[in-house]
């Protein structure tokens, strides 16, 4: 049935399907079989009275057969019913064409809420849109859980749409109650979709914009890090080489200044690896479990050095887990992550504000130990040590600057423990009520 | 008691309302359970004749609840129609490796939540055959 059939021709289909003749359909509406005949082959227009009679002759909606100008909203719903998505998901669309009750239905469902029908439409054209940019970004998704969380959004929105819309469609017989309760959601829904969607736009505009440029100098440094598992296994020969060499030997250090921070960086790393040496620091560790204050009251040196050392073992150390490091400077921005499954760090904006990161800012020279709990689809726990000192020796007659740091443990407690609620960032977290919320949330809250 | 009885574990309250208006006007008795902390008690409790369990839960994912409910010899043999909102590759391998009867991406149509529930759970006992 093409779309673009006109009037007549579509009374003519319909009449043929239900194996009707000419005459006897023109009796019905009150015309000659021979002015039918022109009706059909769409040479005689036909006006409002006489469409609403050969609907009801023919047990249609009158919208179904002056259609035309709601092709395109047929079609958005048939898409919308037959979950006929974009390109990709070309196993789960449903390619063959509607059978005559399933479209009857459609119908039905334009006649009765033609609004409604126009907001699904739309909604559904949005998806399918939607869909196409999820797809070109879909390797990027598998990693990010800013977009995770989008998408995961939108697919929930989307559920609950086509299962409420096909509610609607499908269930002549529905109760008032549940027709206006399915309406409601199709409303509640559709909102939360625009917003979801919105969001996810506006992230993938910005991540387009930041990946067009190069780099920051601090994702250099930390991408060549990652490429050695955050460990310089160099540094623990007898004879280090000097940092300027490994810097030499490293491409992903494009740029000047990642360079320059790459010195700073490693210099301290071969400090740390000598004020700890490796044997006698994971003998101490086994003894003393992952706690920096005993370490760094045991080998005399500062916390700052045990938390860096920490978070840079080499892998698969037994009874090590893995640690996660994150470093600010008195301005609360991050100069260094290492990151650790399922703890979100920002990629360029701040971090939440609940970090016990911040609080060790505001408390310099007090170790804190607390357990987090980092709010996401699947909440995670972990134990957290913070402790803020001032960076390098401080000077009579300068500014003292300050660093904190914060190590980031899976967590061994108890699941019945209590832990601090924390996310990643406002932009991306999902709790409701947070004191701590600076900006409103991309996802819905929960 | 002829009526069969499913569990719905999933948090999107709307989509919880869509599975249980179908499945009930198919004849089933459908309770829904938004926690994925409760979950395994409620599947203790009611020994349903078979689980529509969503995979990312806030709480506790469904595949926890699944390995769980696996290893409970009184409870490993319910059947257990996994849904995902995350595409097909990963989740649907995950999920038949927690041992999923069989798994569906959201979105879904209706009728295929409907079919696959019936799929898997097992037939309506005959009146008078009554399962103690």
């Known amino acids: 049935m093409a ?4 009037t007549g021709t579509r009374i003519r289909e319909r009449r043929m399907a239900l194996k009707l003749r000419q005459a006897d359909l023109a009796r019905a509406v009150g015309i000659s079989a021979a002015y039918l005949n022109l009706i059909e082959h769409n040479r005689r227009r036909v006006n409002d009275a006489l469409l609403e009679a050969f609907a009801q002759a023919l047990g249609v909606e009158p919208v179904s057969l002056s259609e035309g100008a709601e092709s395109a909203l047929f079609e958005s719903l048939r898409e919308a019913a037959a979950g006929a998505v974009g390109p990709g998901r070309a196993e789960e669309a449903t390619t063959a064409p509607l059978d005559l009750a399933e479209f009857e239905r459609i119908e039905e469902f334009v006649g009765r809420f033609p609004a409604w029908a126009r907001v699904l439409a739309a909604r559904q054209a949005r998806v399918a849109a939607l869909e196409r940019v999820v797809e070109t970004y879909s390797e990027r998704m598998a990693q990010d859980p800013f977009l995770l969380d989008g998408l995961h959004e939108v697919l929930s929105a989307v559920t609950s749409l086509r299962s409420s819309a096909a509610i609607l469609v499908e269930t002549p017989d529905i109760e008032p109650e549940w027709r206006a309760r399915f309406l409601t959601t199709i409303t509640q829904e559709s909102l939360r979709l625009s917003g979801a969607a919105e969001g996810l736009v506006e992230y993938l505009d910005e991540m ?3 990946e067009a440029g190069p780099a920051s100098p601090q994702e250099q440094l930390e991408a060549w890090l990652e490429t050695h598992a955050w460990h310089i296994a160099e540094f623990e020969r007898p004879d280090p080489p000097a940092p300027e060499d490994l810097i030499a030997q490293a491409p992903e250090l494009a740029a000047s200044a990642a360079r320059e921070l790459a010195r700073g960086y490693l210099a301290r790393a071969l400090a740390d690896t000598r004020a700890l040496p490796l044997k006698p620091f ?3 560790l086994a003894e003393t479990g992952p706690a920096p204050g005993p370490l760094a009251e045991r080998f005399g040196v500062p916390m700052a050095c045990v938390f860096r050392r920490l ?6 150390c037994a009874g090590v887990p893995p640690m996660g490091l994150v470093v600010c400077d008195g301005s609360g921005a991050l100069t260094l992550r290492r990151p650790l499954p399922g703890f979100g760090l920002p ?6 504000a ?3 990161l911040y609080e060790a800012l505001s408390r310099p020279m007090q170790p804190l130990r607390v357990a987090v709990e980092m709010a996401g689809r699947l909440p995670q726990r972990f134990l957290t040590y913070a402790f803020a000192a001032p960076r390098g020796t401080p000077r009579f007659d300068g500014p003292v600057l300050m660093e904190a740091m914060m190590l980031v443990i899976p967590s061994p407690l108890a699941a019945s423990a209590p832990a601090r609620p924390v996310g990643t960032s406002c932009r991306v977290c999902p709790r409701a009520d947070c004191d701590g919320r600076r900006e409103p949330s991309l996802v819905a809250p929960r | 008691m002829n009526e069969r009885r499913v569990l719905v574990v999933e948090d999107e309250p709307n989509i919880a309302e869509a599975i249980r208006f179908i499945l009930t006007r198919a004849g089933w008795a459908v309770t829904v359970e938004h926690s994925g902390a409760r979950a395994m008690a409620c599947i203790a409790d009611m020994h349903p004749d078979a689980v529509i369990l969503d995979l990312m839960l806030p709480g506790r994912s469904g595949l926890d609840i699944l390995a769980e409910l696996r290893a409970d010899p009184a409870l490993a043999a319910t ?3 996994m849904l995902s909102a995350r595409g097909q590759g990963r989740d649907r391998e995950a999920a038949t490796a927690a041992g999923a009867t069989v798994f569906l991406a ?13 799929a898997i759970a097992a037939p309506v006992p005959a009146k008078g055959t009554e399962q103690a």
């Not at chain 1, 779309?3 to 006109?6: E, N, W």
């Not at chain 2, 979105?107 to 696959?116: C, G, H, I, K, Q």
Request: net charge negative; proline share 10%; aromatic share 4%.
């Open chain 1, 3 to 6: 779309r673009s059939a006109l």
């Open chain 1, 208 to 210: 387009e914009a930041e």
């Open chain 1, 282 to 284: 994971l003998a101490a």
């Open chain 1, 311 to 316: 978070a840079t073992l080499p892998e698969g």
């Open chain 1, 347 to 352: 990629r360029a904006t701040a971090a939440c």
């Open chain 1, 354 to 356: 609940l970090w016990p």
């Open chain 2, 79 to 81: 059947p257990v129609l």
């Open chain 2, 106 to 118: 959201k979105p879904f149509a209706n009728a295929d939540v409907l079919a696959a529930l019936e």
